[in-house]
């Protein structure tokens, strides 16, 4: 078995259920303190339960996309090694809590994210804006264009899938800055699903539009959620294509440090998250794909997906757990 091989099987074992407690305990933390209208408590709990999990973890981790810099971030820096240094190298992206803004209000789509891959696989993204396109699985290669209007994508779109276009329904945030984008759009006769925050969920909820009633993702998000909502990608085998938004010498310096050479590159999901992948996200909040954390008086029930890219597995765990000492 060659070291490629091993890596893999490494993977596989964590698939099942360590990683699927990963998520779970960060969700649970900030569900606690859902609707309190803290941001900054809510995402300090589910960082500080994500990485006490993590370094239980059999694995030689190393954080590529998680809450900031080390000067910016106490924990789960970019840098930081977790786990317990014996198993397969990795390199971990996350998010404790995509979504700080809804779980602080109690809104849809709030997730504790973390997507786990082979050494060197994930892209190593600066904390820019990225432009961003995706779609779920099932259409012919390369049916998006970044670089196409909106009325061409969601032409192409609704072709592929065999209906109209105004039965095609695509995702954006509510920003001032996507004003032009959604009456692009809506100038089509598609609809639009505006978000006011979670990109990574708007991203993930393209792989299953009969679900969620999203077709399509559009607009500009963070580079780092955009690494993140890439690995689901991949898992699921949908497509996304997202380009950094250098537009500054200060922003472009740092990406230059980064290994990043070419400002203008068009990222594809396989190029932001390659090799095996694993992905699991556990629902903090209500939401389209996942249900949030809910707390009885004896046990609290959570509900997860667990994605492998080599497999394309999709797993969907909704545990009720009684021993509520772990939590």
């Given at each position: 078995?060659?070291?490629?091989?091993?890596?893999a099987?490494?993977?596989?074992?964590?698939?099942?259920?360590?990683?699927?407690?990963?998520?779970?305990?960060?969700?649970?933390?900030?569900?606690?303190?859902?609707g309190?209208?803290?941001?900054?408590?809510?995402?300090?709990?589910?960082?500080?339960?994500?990485?006490?999990e993590?370094?239980?973890?059999?694995?030689?981790?190393?954080?590529?996309?998680?809450?900031?810099?080390?000067?910016?971030?106490?924990?789960?820096?970019?840098?930081?090694?977790?786990?317990?240094?014996?198993?397969?190298?990795?390199?971990?992206?996350?998010?404790?809590?995509?979504?700080?803004?809804?779980?602080?209000?109690?809104?849809?789509?709030?997730?504790?994210v973390i997507?786990i891959?082979?050494?060197?696989?994930?892209?190593?993204?600066?904390?820019?804006?990225?432009?961003?396109?995706?779609?779920?699985?099932?259409?012919?290669?390369?049916?998006?264009?970044?670089?196409?209007?909106?009325?061409?994508?969601?032409?192409?779109?609704?072709?592929?899938?065999?209906?109209?276009?105004?039965?095609?329904?695509?995702?954006?945030?509510?920003?001032?800055?996507?004003?032009?984008?959604?009456?692009?759009?809506?100038?089509?006769?598609?609809?639009?699903?505006?978000?006011?925050?979670?990109?990574?969920?708007?991203?993930?909820?393209?792989?299953?539009?009969?679900?969620?009633?999203?077709?399509?993702?559009?607009?500009?998000?963070?580079?780092?959620?955009?690494?993140?909502?890439?690995?689901?990608?991949?898992?699921?085998?949908?497509?996304?294509?997202?380009?950094?938004?250098?537009?500054?010498?200060?922003?472009?310096?740092?990406?230059?440090?980064?290994?990043?050479?070419?400002?203008?590159?068009v990222?594809r999901?396989?190029?932001?998250?390659?090799?095996?992948?694993?992905?699991?996200?556990?629902?903090?909040?209500?939401?389209?794909?996942?249900?949030?954390?809910?707390?009885?008086?004896?046990?609290?029930?959570?509900?997860?997906?667990?994605?492998?890219?080599?497999?394309?597995?999709?797993r969907?765990?909704?545990?009720?757990?009684?021993?509520?000492?772990?939590?």
């Amino acid at each position: 078995m060659n070291m490629a091989q091993n890596i893999a099987a490494g993977l596989d074992r964590i698939l099942t259920m360590e990683v699927v407690r990963v998520t779970e305990r960060a969700a649970v933390a900030a569900a606690r303190l859902r609707g309190r209208g803290d941001e900054k408590a809510a995402d300090q709990v589910a960082v500080d339960a994500m990485r006490q999990e993590l370094n239980r973890l059999a694995i030689k981790g190393t954080v590529v996309i998680g809450e900031g810099e080390r000067d910016e971030a106490p924990m789960l820096y970019i840098g930081e090694e977790v786990g317990t240094g014996k198993g397969p190298a990795v390199d971990i992206a996350l998010d404790p809590l995509e979504g700080t803004t809804i779980c602080a209000k109690n809104l849809p789509n709030a997730l504790a994210v973390i997507a786990i891959a082979e050494k060197g696989s994930l892209l190593f993204a600066p904390d820019v804006y990225m432009d961003k396109i995706a779609i779920g699985p099932g259409y012919p290669d390369s049916l998006i264009d970044i670089d196409a209007p909106p009325a061409e994508n969601i032409a192409n779109l609704a072709k592929a899938k065999g209906v109209a276009v105004p039965d095609i329904t695509a995702c954006i945030l509510d920003r001032p800055r996507h004003a032009k984008l959604i009456d692009a759009v809506r100038a089509t006769g598609a609809a639009i699903r505006l978000i006011g925050d979670g990109d990574v969920a708007g991203v993930i909820h393209t792989t299953d539009p009969e679900e969620t009633g999203i077709d399509i993702y559009l607009g500009t998000g963070g580079a780092p959620e955009g690494v993140l909502a890439a690995a689901a990608l991949r898992c699921t085998g949908g497509q996304m294509q997202g380009r950094l938004i250098l537009d500054t010498p200060e922003k472009i310096a740092p990406a230059e440090k980064m290994g990043i050479s070419d400002p203008k590159r068009v990222y594809r999901a396989q190029d932001m998250a390659r090799g095996d992948v694993l992905f699991a996200a556990t629902g903090v909040t209500d939401g389209n794909l996942l249900g949030g954390v809910k707390f009885g008086r004896t046990f609290i029930t959570t509900h997860t997906i667990v994605l492998r890219s080599s497999s394309r597995t999709v797993r969907e765990i909704k545990a009720r757990h009684q021993d509520l000492e772990k939590f």
